[in-house]
């Protein structure tokens, strides 16, 4: 399985949390996700030791979550502090947790042991957009598909033209340039084009439909963060004289083959613009269903398989997302290798 478990994975906004416990399948283990009333939030397997019953229907507490069934209580650290009908706590009362951090109003969960969790490995790309002088329009996607493929969708922007026609899609694709590098762990990938028509989406921010040169500069971090800044100035301008948005993609499997994807573009322009928020929120969420609809497709034809299972026709636009493939299997070999 193609999963890397050191590793911290957005789980559910903040924003969620306020509706009481949230059960909700990672890495294809079903965790319960809740705050407390003192503002701490807690995350662990949403089986009830005592009789399986899915401790996401129960109630917080104040010191932590409450069975449904016959209110067993647990701690914030699993250990159960009430269970009514014994003299004494029972043995195996204990619920396995999840280290958590809470950060850019997302919440994160570090999947693998938790003696070896680092909150250094949130990825530091987000860092930056969190700052005062941006604003947020943030989205979830539910994608039957595996996470690796909206990776590749994400990477490759040469789907735009064909698959979002009027919002992303331009005559870009036909002749951009692409260059990739290494940063530590991360892959980066440029994305250039001269003297184009504007996209649908930088018409809309510039106001412009003078020709203009393009790029799009992508991070991706292992496991599978990738922000993108997504910009158009006019022909020949330099990029400080443009526009352009940071496209934030966090993508955490829920099974092999279904990914919760949390998504932010920020902008540091018409900040106090509540309307061109939701503009952008509706444009970039339509433009994400466009996507899912192939990406599901390709999932129904693999089912249980991977693409790097096949041989498959490719074109140079293939590179950065089989480099970003290569960089994870090895990730995940040498972590299994440990
Ligand atoms: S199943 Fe949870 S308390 Fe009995
Ligand atoms: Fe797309």
């Known amino acids: 399985m193609m999963f ?45 030791p005592h009789r399986l019953a899915r ?21 914030l650290d699993g250990r159960c502090v009430s269970a009514p009908g014994a003299k004494k706590i029972p043995p195996l009362s204990t619920v396995r947790t999840y280290p958590v951090e809470e950060r850019f109003g997302w919440v994160w969960l570090w999947m693998g042991d938790p003696a070896r969790q680092d ?20 989205g979830y996607t539910h994608v039957q598909g595996n996470y690796e493929l909206l990776a590749d969708n994400l990477l490759d922007g040469s789907h735009a033209d064909s698959v979002h026609p009027g919002t992303l899609g331009s005559h870009f694709v036909k002749e951009y340039q692409i260059a990739l590098s290494t940063e530590g762990r991360d892959l980066i990938v ?14 809309f921010l510039m106001r412009a439909t003078e020709p203009v040169d393009q790029w799009v500069r992508s991070r991706w971090t292992p496991p599978s963060t990738l ?27 829920e099974t092999a083959t279904s990914t919760h994807y949390f998504w932010s573009v920020a902008r540091d322009f018409a900040n106090e613009d509540a309307a061109m928020t939701e503009q952008i929120r509706t444009m ?38 089989n480099r970003a493939r290569m960089m994870l299997k090895r990730l995940v070999e040498q972590e299994a290798a440990r």
């Open 4 to 48: 890397l478990r050191d590793a911290w994975y957005v789980v559910a906004s903040a924003e969620e949390l306020t509706r009481g416990p949230l059960g909700r399948t990672v890495l294809g283990e079903p965790l319960v996700i809740f705050r407390v009333p003192g503002g701490t939030v807690g995350a662990m397997s949403d089986a009830c």
């Open 227 to 253: 922000v993108l800044d997504v910009g158009s100035t006019l022909s020949g301008q330099p990029r400080s004289r443009g526009v352009h948005v940071i496209n934030i993609n966090c993508l955490t499997p």
């Open 119 to 138: 909150p250094e490995l949130i990825p530091r790309s987000i860092a930056p957009f969190a700052a005062g002088g941006w604003t947020h329009a943030r």
């Open 284 to 321: 970039t969420s339509q433009a994400f269903d466009q996507d899912r609809v192939l990406i599901e497709s390709q999932q129904q034809l693999l089912g249980t398989r991977d693409l790097r299972d096949f041989r498959l026709a490719s074109t140079p636009n293939d590179t950065a997302p």
């Open 55 to 75: 401790l996401s229907r129960g109630c917080v507490t104040n010191a932590g979550i409450r069975c449904a069934y016959h209110s067993f209580e647990f701690a």
């Open 190 to 203: 440029e994305h250039l084009s001269r003297d184009n028509a504007p996209t649908g989406l930088f018409e």
